[in-house]
């Protein structure tokens, strides 16, 4: 399709793991955002991307969190050994350019055991 | 600090009953604020952008106002199929992070 996709929709793995988290963008997008979205709540931010560059990381949690988008396009969200509290859906958006509405992804559930 | 703030925080109406959902907002330097519909299980689909007091947007249904200080998104004659969670988020100042509201969950009961 032509939309924001991620994968896997849905992870479970056991405490003190690492995860990986992938977003495929809109074709041509060249902006692209990290959100964590608690049950209930809005979506929250995390970091974002204008190119391959990671222009603003403020909103990511600890440095268990990092993101990168080597090439401009797909980009991965990784968490290491991960906590029962890291729990929760993660969402990806891109955007044309800064500014531009945000086109969302339909998540990755993220279970810690 | 900036807020976003949505209310009610649940709303039920009958079919055919207008009402308006509000999204309020303390920030410095408004550069825009968007409206989203979010379904269950799904990703914020986007509605409209307003980036100034005054402007009104269109879609159906829908109209999206904006002022100063807050921003209504009024639904006219609904149908069940509106029902959805509707999130508003702002953009402001220097950065581009989006600041989104908690939402208001919209029934529209037949």
């Known amino acids: 399709g032509a939309g924001v996709s991620q994968s896997p929709r849905y992870k479970v793995t056991k405490r003190g793991q690492d995860v990986a988290l992938r977003c495929d963008p809109i074709s041509g997008h060249v902006s692209l955002y990290w959100y964590r979205q608690a049950l209930g709540q809005g979506p929250e931010f995390l970091t974002y991307f204008n190119y391959e560059a990671q222009q603003d990381k403020s909103g990511l949690p600890n440095d268990r969190f990092s993101a990168e988008r080597p090439e401009g396009s797909i980009s991965t969200l990784t968490i290491q050994r991960t906590e029962q509290r890291d729990s929760a859906m993660y969402r990806c958006a891109s955007s044309l350019g800064l500014g531009q509405p945000q086109h969302f992804g339909d998540g990755t559930r993220l279970s810690i055991l | ?110």
């Open chain 2, 1 to 110: 600090e900036d807020q976003v703030t949505q209310s009610p925080e649940a709303l039920r109406l009958q079919e055919g009953e207008s009402s308006s959902l509000n999204c309020s907002y303390t920030v410095s330097g408004l550069r825009g604020l968007f409206w989203y519909r979010q379904d269950p299980g799904k990703g914020p689909e986007f509605l409209f952008t307003l980036y100034s007091a005054g402007e009104e947007k269109e879609k159906e249904r829908l109209k999206a106002t904006l002022t100063k200080k807050e921003s209504f998104l009024h639904i006219t004659a609904p149908k069940p199929e509106d029902s959805a969670t509707y999130l508003c988020a702002v953009q402001a100042g220097t950065g581009n992070q989006f600041y989104f509201g908690t939402g208001t969950s919209l029934t529209v009961i037949p």
